[in-house]
């Protein structure tokens, strides 16, 4: 339960500062960028698109992440 809370309490301040977080990786020149927000031993991957963010993933820290993040 502890995990759940965190992931809760930091996925919903992305709704007051989604450019928060450091970005990860460039998708296409014509999409959005991914960003990386840590959250205890996890990962959360997520764009910004015009009025929302976006999670895509979200990865536990020890995993190869360039081979799951394409």
């Known amino acids: 339960m502890d995990l759940i809370d965190a992931l809760d309490n930091s ?3 992305l709704k007051q500062f989604p450019y928060s977080c450091r970005v990860y990786k460039q998708l296409d020149q014509s999409e ?3 960003r990386l927000l840590p959250v205890n031993k996890y990962m959360v991957f997520y764009i910004v ?8 993933r979200i ?10 993040i394409k």
């Open 49 to 56: 698109n015009e009025y929302d963010v976006e999670i895509h």
């Open 32 to 34: 959005n960028e991914y």
């Open 59 to 68: 990865i536990y820290a020890k995993m190869n992440i360039e081979k799951l």
């Open 11 to 13: 996925i919903s301040r």
